[in-house]
């Protein structure tokens, strides 16, 4: 991984290998990469908007722009703010990198990609989908829950398995994407070649 990008960022469906990676990468005495943090999962919020009536848009970007402030200006500052909690946990560390793994970012990768683009290392984890979605159901029958993002899936598919794997084909299908536009700070992992 190339010193040029300051952190990295881990995007995988739910129960894909990322918590594995992540305490690997938190192993090495020069990356800082610790539990989910949410962070970027919270800046994708931030970034969100939607189209209203006679196709206006309703958001941060658009409202901030009626006060002045340019998007990417935005953009820069929330980049800084959420950078900013990341360095100083790898200082508090004493190390000098970060790496970030939340499993919901990956429903967020648009926003991500907007916000840190070709300043960080994004590697993107897959596993084969059957394992990923009995997992997600295990872990969602043992918790009687599941993500809110996995919510419209199983609304549309009311057999969790299906809806799991729509969700998990939907994920992939997005981090082929980022890849294809992101080929030098993008690397592809197979969660059965890691293990």
């Known amino acids: 991984m190339s010193q040029q990008y300051e952190g990295i960022i881990i995007l995988g469906a739910q129960r894909s290998g990322t918590t594995l990676l992540r305490r690997l990468l938190d192993a090495h005495p020069n990356i800082a990469c610790p539990a989910e943090t949410c962070l970027f999962t919270a800046c994708a919020r931030f970034l969100h908007s939607e189209t209203v009536s006679d196709g206006l848009e309703f958001g941060v970007l658009t409202g901030l722009a009626f006060a002045g402030f340019q998007p990417d200006d935005v953009r820069e500052r929330l980049r800084e703010f959420a950078f900013g909690f990341k360095r100083d946990h790898a200082s508090r560390q004493g190390k ?70 729509h969700a998990w084909s939907e994920v992939n299908q997005a981090l082929l994407a980022l890849i294809k536009r992101h080929p030098d700070n993008t690397i592809y992992l197979r969660y059965e070649d890691l293990v």
Do not use: N
């Open 96 to 165: 000098a990198r970060w790496a970030e793994k939340t499993a919901v970012d990956v429903f967020h990768i648009d926003k991500i990609e907007e916000l840190c683009g070709d300043k960080v290392q994004f590697i993107c984890m897959a596993r084969h989908g059957l394992d990923v979605s009995c997992s997600v159901k295990d872990l969602s029958d043992r918790g009687h829950t599941y993500l809110s993002e996995l919510h419209d899936y199983v609304k549309h598919y009311p057999r969790p398995l299906e809806a799991f794997a």
